[in-house]
């Protein structure tokens, strides 16, 4: 049940959970004191989370650090890019994208991998915390915050590597092939 004027002051990363049994009674209105964007998921009513919630992080570490940077990594077969994703939020707002899965993940403060590639495409979101990754084609090395959203498209070739800077969370949601954003991986859309 959704209470009559609930209210909620949310920042870059942060996440709105409403479990609402059936459908609404009234409208779920989201206003925004100054310009903002959002993801709205939607589970399925048998879906149950799996795991542990962590405590959560009392270090000033889910402050945002400026606009959401959005990026888009992609492979061109050889080396990993990163470029700009501006039309994340270009789509109409009645299409929607199906989610293949959603999943939580928590890293530890000194989390570091080695060159790796993804299994599928996944669009990432920093909840908190941060971390850098490094991919060895245009782009280079970027730190992602609280707030900024990564669509991977990193499955061949060299990949990519990447570091946690502190405790980090981001949610993944892992993306069908012919997904609402592709574009194929053209190298030519790269960051110098």
């Known amino acids: 049940m959704i209470v009559p004027d609930m209210r909620a002051r949310l920042g870059a990363g942060d996440v709105l959970f409403l479990d609402v049994p059936g459908p609404l009674e009234a409208p779920v209105h989201i206003r925004a004191a100054s310009h903002c964007s959002y993801l709205e998921v939607e589970v399925e009513p048998a879906w149950l989370p799996v795991g542990t919630v962590p405590p959560s992080l009392d270090e000033g570490r889910r ?23 501006d039309d994340l939020f270009s ?16 890293l530890s403060p000194s989390m570091s991998s080695d060159w790796h590639t993804e299994p599928g495409t996944s669009l990432l979101v920093v909840l908190a915390g941060g971390f850098e990754v490094e991919v060895g084609g245009n782009g280079g090395r970027r730190t992602l915050r609280a707030g900024d959203v990564c669509l991977v498209e990193d499955f061949e070739g060299q990949g990519h590597k990447s570091s946690s800077d502190g405790e980090t969370r981001f949610a993944v949601l892992a993306l069908p092939k012919g997904h609402l954003w592709s574009r194929g991986n053209r190298a030519e859309e790269a960051v110098a």
């Open 63 to 85: 402050t945002a650090y400026g606009s959401p940077r959005l990026l888009r990594m992609f492979s061109d077969g050889e080396v990993a890019h990163l470029s700009p994703f």
């Open 91 to 106: 789509a109409p707002a009645e299409k929607t994208q199906e989610v293949n899965a959603l999943s939580f993940v928590c």
